[in-house]
């Protein structure tokens, strides 16, 4: 029988590219759909491995003991130095393992992977019934021209199965939740969520804020829309599919029940797409007793009356809306597909029903200037959001961003073979204005004299921090050139 693991490489630090950890409240759900999915189709000798937090050494110690024939690996794009990392350790254990990459990462830069590193398969795109066939060609069930949506190499020439490529599972009901009891134990590697998502733990019951750990769920893939910024599109394809509120409300109640999770995050990008369907998840929520409290993402266009009342109703505590800009311009350039007015609608009807919204905002997209931030701010002034989230544009493969950023000249697909971070999309502004504009619109609430003395606190403060910790650095430095230019 073929021994599978599955990977989650480590979390990569980021820290001396200006960046901060990407810590996240919860584990994915993509790794353990394969798992639970494998297992129902009878490939029984599969284990997941999270080693998101772990070290080398121990990673290095478990794949040794573990000796497996396949080895699947995640590959994200702000991570894949360490996937790739992870090929050359397992080559040193067991040189014949069959490595197997899937991800967003893999998808859309799958010549370059196959190219540059000792790999054996990449998985495009969604992965649960391509790995399946990809694994019964493996073991010699079927011939490899009917695995569809994988590339591999053939000498220095790249194959790509297309087939039925784009042949996505149209009944999700039909898969197996993910995580199943063996997975638990992946829980507590991750942190309390009140450490990543304090502004949610503040709104949380007694009973569920003592619990501190939550879960997500996928009720939905695809999407019908075409974001400049975002590449989920092409890895999930146009079609909109949906599982059912039965389906959703009997993966919450198994959690609910068997593990004691009170909190969850619906993890889609827009959870309300179709309101009807939303309501009805939290009808059943309601009708089955499940004493629950969740967030969520969505568009400001999916926002009604009638689907506020039955959020609050079934525990929903916040919602975050992709608003990105204030301008009809840059949404307009980003292919956002919204208009200002049913931002404010939107906003207006969430506060009015306590669910706290907040807008996910960006700065530095193409055609972003300080009239089009003014705007932003304005906009903001007009919803009044509790907090906003605002970040600064930056470039993935897969997206339309990225091609206009190589038309430019701005990045290059080599780019990707180094371990640097998505870029900063600094084309048009250096990142020095894009940061002063972002502090702008984070802090959109206080006047311009108040932003100065705020920034020159934050000034005041850094200035202290660097003295001290360059004072105790070079301690014995300074203290010898005292004593010279002092005669001490």
């Known amino acids: 029988m073929t021994k599978i693991l599955l990977i989650n490489p480590p979390l990569l630090d980021q820290t001396k590219y200006n960046k901060p950890p990407l810590l996240s409240a919860t584990p994915g759900t993509g790794l353990s759909y394969l798992y639970s999915f494998l297992k129902k189709n009878n490939f029984y000798d599969c284990k997941i491995y999270d080693f998101y937090f772990d070290d080398w050494k121990y990673i290095h110690d478990t794949l040794k003991k573990e000796m497996a024939d396949v080895i699947g690996i995640t590959c994200l794009t702000e991570g894949r130095a360490n996937a790739f990392k992870l090929i050359s350790l397992i080559r040193k254990i067991k040189e014949n393992t069959i490595i197997i990459f899937g991800g967003h990462h893999s998808t859309y830069m799958y010549d370059q992977i196959l190219l540059n590193y000792d790999i054996d398969y990449v ?108 590449s989920s599109t092409l890895f999930w394809g146009k079609k909109w599919r949906f599982r059912t509120p039965e389906n959703i409300a009997d993966e919450i109640e198994y959690y609910y029940k068997k593990f004691g999770f009170r909190y969850f995050n619906f993890a889609d990008d827009a959870f309300t797409i179709i309101p009807k369907r939303s309501i009805g998840i939290c009808k059943e929520i309601i009708n089955r007793n499940l004493k629950i409290q969740f967030d969520c993402t969505t568009r400001s266009d999916r926002i009604t009356d009638e689907l506020a009342i039955w959020l609050k109703k079934a525990g929903c505590i916040q919602i975050a809306l992709g608003v990105e800009s204030g301008s009809k311009k840059i949404l307009k350039t980003i292919n956002k597909n919204l208009s200002i007015n049913s931002i404010i609608k939107a906003f207006n009807i969430l506060n009015k029903h306590n669910l706290d919204p907040y807008p996910l905002l960006m700065v530095g997209n193409p055609g972003d200037s300080r009239e089009t931030i003014k705007k932003t701010i304005s906009l903001l002034r007009i919803i009044k959001p509790n907090r906003v989230a605002v970040s600064i544009t930056m470039v993935f493969p897969g997206t339309e961003l990225f091609n206009l950023s190589m038309k430019q000249g701005f990045i290059d697909k080599d780019y990707w073979l180094s371990e640097k971070p998505p870029p900063f999309y600094t084309f048009e502004h250096s990142l020095k204005k894009l940061r002063k504009w972002s502090f702008e619109v984070y802090n959109y609430k206080k006047t311009k004299y108040q932003l100065k003395i705020l920034k020159l606190k934050i000034k005041s403060v850094r200035i202290i921090k660097f003295v001290i910790k360059n004072t105790l650095k070079n301690y014995n430095k300074i203290r010898e050139y005292v004593k010279i230019r002092f005669r001490i």
Not at 168 to 179: A, E, G, K, T, V
Request: charge should be neutral; include cysteine.
């Open 123 to 230: 998985i495009l795109g969604e992965g649960e019934v391509k790995l399946l066939n990809l694994l019964q060609y493996i073991e010699g069930k079927i011939p490899l021209k009917l695995v569809d949506g994988i590339a591999y190499k053939k000498g220095r020439s790249i194959i790509k199965n297309m087939g039925n490529i784009h042949n996505y599972i149209d009944n999700l009901d039909d898969l197996p939740f993910p995580f199943s009891e063996e997975q638990m134990e992946i829980f507590d590697k991750y942190p309390d969520f009140e450490k990543i998502r304090p502004f949610e733990a503040k709104k949380l019951s007694e009973n569920i804020y003592k619990r501190n750990k939550m879960i997500s769920i996928i009720t939905s893939r695809g999407c019908p829309f075409n974001c400049q910024f975002c």
